[in-house]
């Protein structure tokens, strides 16, 4: 699955963990997490049907990056990238799109956003 071939990339990159540990979550962090971590979640999808297969799966995924400063985010962030823009692996391939900026008033984290397409194709 997708998902899980996703996790792999992300958990298993050294300039990834370097920074955060294990601290890797899908769709939200726990309560009160330490940081930095990284949130991710697929936001959208596509699919490209073929006659003999189920065809290809393009999907946006959004990976957050949160630290207690901005460095921290944006370093975290910067070490994503550099683990998963053009990753390829058995059928699934990344691909960098984009990055963007957010603070949280609330908890006051730094969020350090990048978006990716991730290509699956399905055999």
Not at 6 to 22: K, M, N, Q, Y
Not at 61 to 89: F, M, N, P, Q
Not at 110 to 119: D, P, Q
Request: glycine content about 4%; overall charge negative; aromatic content about 14%.
């Amino acid at each position: 699955m997708v998902e899980t071939d996703f996790f792999t990339a992300l958990s298993t990159a050294s300039t990834v963990t370097a920074i955060c540990g294990t601290r890797i979550y899908p769709c939200q962090l726990p309560k009160d997490p330490t940081l930095p971590a990284v949130e991710y979640r697929f936001i959208a999808g596509s699919n490209l049907p073929a006659f003999t297969t189920m065809g290809a799966q393009k999907y946006r995924v959004e990976v957050s990056c949160w630290g207690d400063t901005y460095l921290d985010a944006i370093s975290l962030r910067y070490a994503v990238v550099k683990a998963l823009s053009g990753y390829h692996a058995g059928t699934m391939s990344i691909s960098y799109l984009m990055p963007r900026d957010n603070f949280d008033d609330i908890l006051l984290q730094y969020e350090a956003v990048c978006e990716f397409y991730v290509l699956d194709t399905l055999q």
